[in-house]
């Protein structure tokens, strides 16, 4: 049967600075009509350049250097193939195809939706843009498909603007706003790692509903081997720009063909797995810890508590406002309810739960970029206790670093990665009081989030995008090479 989409020894390649980096080498891939195919790999593999070559949006830098993208419209099913890349990328026939014949929802949703139009304009404009109805027709059909994607009231979703929505309702926006002009191609780049698995089971139920509903094929780009096993019939594994293994998805997990697979399945979680049992990453990462130490201290003093963290009882209430042209007052919201936990000394501990249960605000409170409304947060300053809490100003500062927050947005568009590094090793409000750590060592640090720059005592929440092998790679180390923390 003739595939929707052909992909033949496609090559691409980013040019920076003096040199080329080649993100695609001679990939070839078929998806065929109305199936799931998965497109796995480790981060950096190649998987969203790939998406972005099938709706020619590629950045400035990328140059396509070879091969063909093959796609058979069902809608013109007479027609001869239309090679994608040798379309202009901005000519009217690719204009028409993406976003109508093939649409992309990204895992971020806040990145395709603007925060200044309504989510009803937003979905409603690519139905005036690729079918031709009136802007009445136009609702009609919004409406119906922020109803088909599950929201419980679509009048209203279709007035609201997108920061008024949670995450998983945004995605949903996104996922209307992709859909409503029945593609027959959805690419999905990684639609839920941004959602907590409750959500995630949601939007992947909601997609493959959908799907059956409306008889696309789906590219499903994830590095999450768990949402390939519940949604892909066909999976291609890439890894380094070149395609590894590829086949029907029994064949692929059930009988692992090439070492890279194999590694691949050894490096996630099962639930078989023995107490203390680790996982196997895909690879070692030889790293010079040695500059990244700190300066030679004295051994942990004799019989001291060795609590590094002590939570008690912290509580934090938000003042929400009431929305609504005419509501009055605000409605206080209960955040973080009487929690209490210690971490020792070495320890990692797994703070978990779903979205908006109150992680991050402990973090925050933590780290005291909020201030608890009761409860109180001890630090171990090797044997004496710090109440957090109580610290004012320079004190603040002067405490060995207790922690580092990653969030996905703290890297800088505009600088490289070790200047973000040294970014976040400043003291905040004083541009003179740096950290003892030096830029050089955290050089050696920059893992793209800097959070390890300088030894934090702990870490907070370091890997919630990056792919498994990366995570493997990435989460040990620190409580291991700073044994005084
Ligand atoms: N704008 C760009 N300029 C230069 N190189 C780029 C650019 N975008 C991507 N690359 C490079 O292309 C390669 C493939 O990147 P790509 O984003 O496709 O990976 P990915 O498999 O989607 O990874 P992830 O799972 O992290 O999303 C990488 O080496 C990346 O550094
Ligand atoms: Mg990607």
């Not at 027959?184 to 509903?209: M, N, R, Y």
């Not at 994830?222 to 293994?245: C, F």
């Not at 009487?338 to 109150?358: A, P």
Request: hydrophobic share 40%.
């Amino acid at each position: 049967m003739t595939p929707l989409v052909d992909i033949r020894d496609l090559r691409v390649q980013f040019l920076v600075g003096d040199g080329a980096v080649q993100a695609v080498k001679g990939v070839s891939f078929a998806i065929p009509a109305g199936r799931t195919l998965a497109l796995v790999g480790e981060s950096g593999s190649g998987k969203t350049v790939i998406s972005q070559t099938l709706m020619r949006i590629l950045p400035q830098n990328a140059e396509i250097t070879g091969g063909q993208v093959l796609f058979n419209d069902p809608a013109k099913p007479d027609d001869a193939p239309v090679d994608l890349v040798a379309l202009p990328a901005d000519g009217k026939k690719m204009r028409q195809i993406r976003g109508g014949s093939i649409s992309i929802i990204f895992q971020e949703p806040m990145t395709s939706l603007s925060p200044l139009h309504t989510v009803g304009d937003q979905v409603g404009e690519a139905l005036l843009l690729h079918r031709n109805c009136s802007k009445p027709e136009a609702k009609e059909l919004t409406v119906e498909m922020l109803r088909l994607v599950g929201f419980p009231d679509p009048e209203k979703a279709w007035r609201a603007y997108p920061f008024e929505l949670s995450g998983g309702l945004r995605q949903r926006a996104m996922i209307s706003m992709a859909l409503v002009c029945r593609p027959s191609l959805l690419i999905a780049d990684e639609p839920t790692t941004a959602l907590d698995v409750t959500i995630q089971a949601q939007i992947l139920k909601l997609i493959a509903d959908l799907q059956a509903e409306l008889g696309m094929a789906v590219l499903m780009i994830t590095h999450d081997l768990g949402v390939v096993a519940n949604v892909a019939e066909d999976v291609v594994v890439m890894y380094h720009g070149e395609v590894m293994e590829q086949g029907g998805l029994r064949d692929i997990f059930g009988d692992p063909r090439h070492p890279y697979l194999k590694g691949l399945l050894a490096a996630v979680p099962r639930f078989d797995m023995k107490p203390g049992e680790r996982l196997i990453p895909l690879r070692e990462i030889k790293q010079d810890r040695s500059a990244l130490k700190r300066p030679e201290r004295e051994a942990w003093p004799e019989g001291a508590d060795d609590r590094m963290l002590t939570i008690e009882h912290l509580t934090k209430t938000f003042s929400v406002r009431n929305k609504g042209w005419l509501a009055r007052g605000s409605t206080q919201h209960l955040a973080v309810d009487d929690i209490s936990f210690d971490v020792r000394r070495g320890e990692c501990l797994g703070l978990v739960g779903e979205s908006g249960c109150g992680k991050t605000t402990t973090s925050k409170m933590i780290m005291k970029a909020l201030t608890p409304d009761s409860g109180t947060v001890t630090f171990n300053d090797r044997g004496t206790p710090v109440d957090i809490a109580a610290l004012e100003g320079d004190k603040l500062f002067r405490l060995p670093p207790q922690g580092a927050v990653h969030l996905p947005g703290s890297l800088r568009i505009a600088e490289p990665a070790h200047d973000g590094v040294r970014h976040h090793l400043r003291a905040p409000g004083n541009p003179q009081d740096r950290h003892p750590c030096r830029t050089r060592r955290a050089r050696h640090g920059t893992d793209a989030s800097g959070w390890s720059g300088c030894a934090p005592s702990a870490p907070l929440s370091p890997t919630a995008s990056p792919a498994g092998s990366v995570r493997g790679s990435a989460l040990p180390a620190p409580w291991r090479w700073s044994p005084n923390c």
